[in-house]
């Protein structure tokens, strides 16, 4: 059975081909913009887009990260390093030797199909997943993940706090050394 | 299918991680800066985390591993982009450029 289009149902497929067409949009502005800073506003769409779509596969907690590390964390750091490190000058476009945009084109290409094939020619039916008293599976909420954070993954959770350290100082150290005293 | 149950579907999230994969590959054969290359990388990233997270709602036995999964991806892939940030801070300071080409020193 297909929805009309006015149902809650067809607005929200709707919504959705709109996430899938902000993605693709905002990822090709990434890899295709002339100048950096435009390229990064792609990369924030595209996070924007991906943070939908992980809004629809049912974990709103993971969209919110999504939009709170990567469009407002990870994206304005690298504004900042490009209003630090690009000179006026370097916006020449890939100006380019014909074989590597045939091997750039081909070698994701080949990748791509691979894995549309894969993911096409597979049989996903699904796994029995581990039932609650009700007979529902169970939803996968944010006291789920903390409770999964805290007991199965745990060192894994302190071994990622101890590698953000290391980042934190590693990047410091590195972005300092040879600044001269003033 | 129609196209607005495309929602309801494992494939619609597998093509587009694949999709976001091959786009950041090209970008980072094709992008000539590492700013530019560390977009990229971000890309295919994220293409990862979609395909842990298709996966979790659709198929995964235990209803979090993926969300925990993508939430340690977004972890790695903040400090992946402090590091090479610095890096690239680092290497602009002694080039003057962030263009790869250029950055063609050896030291010796």
């Not at chain 1, 709109?18 to 990064?40: K, Q």
Request: some cysteine.
């Amino acid at each position: 059975m297909s929805p009309s289009l006015l149902t809650a149902e067809g607005l929200s497929g709707l919504l959705f081909l709109g996430f899938i067409a902000i993605t693709l949009l905002g990822a090709l502005i990434a890899t295709h913009a002339e100048r950096l800073i435009r390229s990064v506003a792609g990369l924030a769409l595209c996070f924007l887009g991906v943070a939908g779509l992980y809004y629809y596969l049912g974990s709103p907690f993971v969209a919110l990260m999504q939009l709170l590390i990567y469009v407002g964390a990870v994206c304005v750091t690298i504004i900042f390093a490009i209003m630090l490190a690009e000179n006026a000058g370097s916006a020449k476009a890939a100006t380019g030797k014909t074989f590597a945009a045939i091997f750039a084109v081909l070698c994701p290409g080949v990748l791509l199909a691979a894995l549309v094939e894969l993911a096409m020619k597979t049989d996903w039916s699904p796994v029995a997943r581990a039932t609650t008293a009700g007979g529902q599976a169970p939803a996968g909420s944010v006291a789920d993940i903390g409770i999964s954070l805290l007991t199965t993954n745990a060192v894994s959770f302190e071994l990622i706090s101890v590698v953000l350290l290391a980042a934190i100082v590693g990047s410091l150290v590195l972005a300092r050394s040879g600044r001269t005293k003033s | 299918m129609n196209a607005l149950q495309l929602s309801n579907e494992l494939n619609t999230y597998l093509i587009l991680g694949a999709l976001l994969f091959a786009i950041g590959v090209y970008g980072m054969v094709r992008r000539r800066t590492f700013i530019g290359m560390l977009i990229s990388a971000e890309l295919v990233l994220s293409g990862a985390s979609v395909n842990f997270m298709a996966f979790n709602h659709f198929q995964a036995p235990g209803p979090v591993t993926g969300q925990v999964f993508t939430l340690f991806i977004m972890a790695i892939a903040a400090a992946e982009a402090a590091i090479a940030l610095s890096i690239i801070i680092a290497v602009y300071r002694n080039y003057r450029s962030i263009d790869a080409d250029e950055v063609a020193d050896l030291k010796g």
